[in-house]
Structures are given as structure tokens and as C-alpha cells.
């Protein structure tokens, strides 16, 4: 009878631990980063750091979502830089374009998602393969769309939009992304939405035998995936002002990166978004501090693999110690 008692809140304990354990490495990593560079206990900075976390968090979204179904888009930073490209050209400095150059932007991200999830659901290629191909085709596609010499220019008013601070802190682009997270956590917590995708990421088989969709479901995953990338791209011209060839090919292991490190399981299933937020400003300081000590973009990368390898042990092999007990 006590062992019965006790088998919901030993069952509850991985998830706990799986939720808290990004956040106490966030806290650690920004202790030790005011330790080395006590300029970002300034406020100034901290809005430095959210502005950049705000666009890889949107790039995130997507990302959680296909992981939770033990999926992977390799395809995101491809997309980031070719919405960037178009972002550009459409714009050119007017903001009168600026819901041409939305509505481009999502719909190209959209039409590669859409692309990835047919591959992968009716031709049966390995989402690793088919996100693979597409992110090597969009690059392409940016070479052949600008001919090598990105042009245009962002508007005011989405630079204003990315960049504006409110109050000194606050950024449009910020807000953006909380409502959309705010959003994504509900639909993973309280709909049947979110109890799918659960569901898919833990057993497909099971899941299709209870009348789940499961290439419906992924299909419309990975084009979510391909949407928060595009608007990611539009967001990105407002940053940098401008386009650029590769603009976003650090969001490809960085959005990886940022779920795992938010608790995430790479086999599907387990994991949250609130996780992933966690994981999106742990990515973004490791980059910055990394940039502070003079890491190159090669030892950065090396550190991204070293802790992506980490924390998938740390999470997949505390989870099933805990199962066996």
C-alpha cells in the first residue's frame, strides 16, 4: 500500500529534476560570467542578451516542437538566412513593404517545413537526411535568388521593432517571443495538441493505434519548425539592419543546443518549452562569455558538441536510473 502511495511522486521526480536542472545551470553559468565580466551584472547588458535570446527563441519553437516527437530540423539556419536574403530585397528600406516581406518570409519557411514533412512521412527519408537536403538546397537558393551580392536594406520600423527599447529594456521583439512562448506552453500543457505530440514522441506505434495522426502531425510540426525560422529571418534584418549570406547558420546547433540544454530528450517524448527558455539563455550567454575570453567560432562549436553530449547523458541516463528504481 505505501509502495503504491509513493509511485506518483516517484514518477513525478525525473520530470521535476529534468525541469529544475536548466534553470540551476543558468543561474551558475551567469554567476560565473559576472565572476569573469562583471559588466553584465548591468541592466544595459542584460537587455543586450535578451534581445539576441528573443530570435533564437523563436528559431527554438519550431525546433522543441519536432525534438518532442524524436525529430530534428537541420534545415532552420538555411531558412533564417534565406528569409534574411529576401527580408532585404523586399524591404529595401520601406516600410511599406513590410507585410510583403512577412507574409514572404513565413510563407517561404512554411513551404520548406511542409517540403521536409512530406520527405520525411511519405517518402520515409530519415528526418536527418531530408531536413539535411533541404537546408543544402536553401542554401543554394540564397546564392542563386542574390547572385552572391545580398541587397536591400531593413525599414525603420522593423529595426525600431527588433532594436527599440522600451523603458531602456524591453524590446517589440522580446514581446513577441513571450507571447508566442507563452502560447507554445499552453498548447503543449493543455490541449490535445500537446498531448499528441507527447504521445508521438514517446510511441508511434502505440499513438497510431489510438487513432493519431502521426503523419498529419508531423508534417504540420515541421512546417511550424520552417515558419518560426522564417519569422526568425524577418526579425534578423531588423537586427542587423541589413542581409547577409550564412546570417543564420549559427541558429542550426544553436536551437539544438538550446533544447537540449532546456531538458529536452533527443529521443521524443520528454521535455517543455519552458525548458527551452531556460536552454535559449544558457546557449546565448555561453556564446557571449565565449566571445568575451576570446573562443573562437571553432571553440565554440567544439563547446556546443561537448555540451549537447553532457547534458544528453546527464538527462537520458538520470531518467533511466530512476525507471529502473
Known amino acids: 500500500m505505501t509502495e503504491t502511495l509513493r509511485t506518483p511522486a516517484l514518477a513525478r521526480r525525473p520530470e521535476l529534476v529534468r525541469a529544475v536542472i536548466p534553470y540551476v545551470t543558468l543561474a551558475a553559468l551567469y554567476v560565473g560570467t559576472i565572476v569573469v565580466a562583471p559588466g553584465y551584472r548591468a541592466p544595459e547588458q542584460i537587455a543586450t542578451l535578451l534581445q539576441v535570446a528573443s530570435l533564437l527563441g523563436i528559431v527554438a519553437i519550431g525546433q522543441t516542437l519536432v525534438i518532442l516527437i524524436a525529430g530534428i530540423d537541420l534545415s532552420v539556419g538555411a531558412v533564417v538566412t534565406f528569409t534574411n536574403l529576401i527580408t532585404g530585397a523586399i524591404l ?133 519548425s520552417g515558419m518560426t525560422a522564417g519569422l526568425a529571418g524577418f526579425l534578423l534584418t531588423g537586427y542587423t539592419g541589413s542581409s547577409f549570406l550564412n546570417s543564420g547558420a549559427t541558429y542550426q546547433l544553436a536551437s539544438i543546443a538550446a533544447v537540449v540544454l532546456g531538458g529536452a530528450s533527443i529521443f521524443g517524448g520528454r521535455g517543455s518549452y519552458v525548458g527551452t527558455i531556460a536552454g535559449v539563455l544558457i546557449t546565448v550567454l555561453l556564446q557571449s562569455i565565449l566571445r568575451v575570453i576570446g573562443i573562437p567560432q571553432a571553440g565554440q562549436n567544439i563547446a556546443y558538441g561537448v555540451v549537447i553530449l553532457l547534458m544528453t547523458f546527464v538527462f537520458t541516463t538520470g531518467f533511466r536510473r530512476r525507471r529502473r528504481g
Do not use: C, K, Q
Not at 513590410?98 to 517561404?108: D, E, F, T, W
Not at 536553401?138 to 525600431?160: C, F
Open 92 to 224: 529595401a528600406g520601406l516600410d511599406v513593404n513590410l507585410p510583403l516581406a512577412l507574409m514572404a518570409s513565413l510563407g517561404a519557411g512554411a513551404a520548406v517545413g511542409l517540403l521536409n514533412g512530406f520527405v520525411i512521412t511519405r517518402l520515409h527519408v530519415p528526418d536527418l537526411v531530408a531536413t539535411l537536403a533541404t537546408m543544402t538546397i536553401m542554401i543554394g537558393a540564397g546564392y542563386l535568388v542574390t547572385g552572391g551580392a545580398p541587397r536591400g536594406a531593413a525599414s525603420p520600423g522593423l529595426v525600431s521593432f527588433v532594436t527599440g527599447r522600451l523603458g531602456g529594456f524591453v524590446t517589440g521583439a522580446l514581446v513577441l517571443w513571450m507571447l508566442l512562448a507563452a502560447a507554445v506552453v499552453l498548447i503543449l500543457s493543455r490541449s490535445t495538441l500537446g498531448r499528441r505530440i507527447y504521445a508521438v514522441g514517446l510511441n508511434r506505434e502505440a499513438s497510431r493505434y489510438a487513432g493519431v495522426s502521426v503523419p498529419l502531425l508531423t508534417i504540420l510540426l515541421y512546417t511550424i
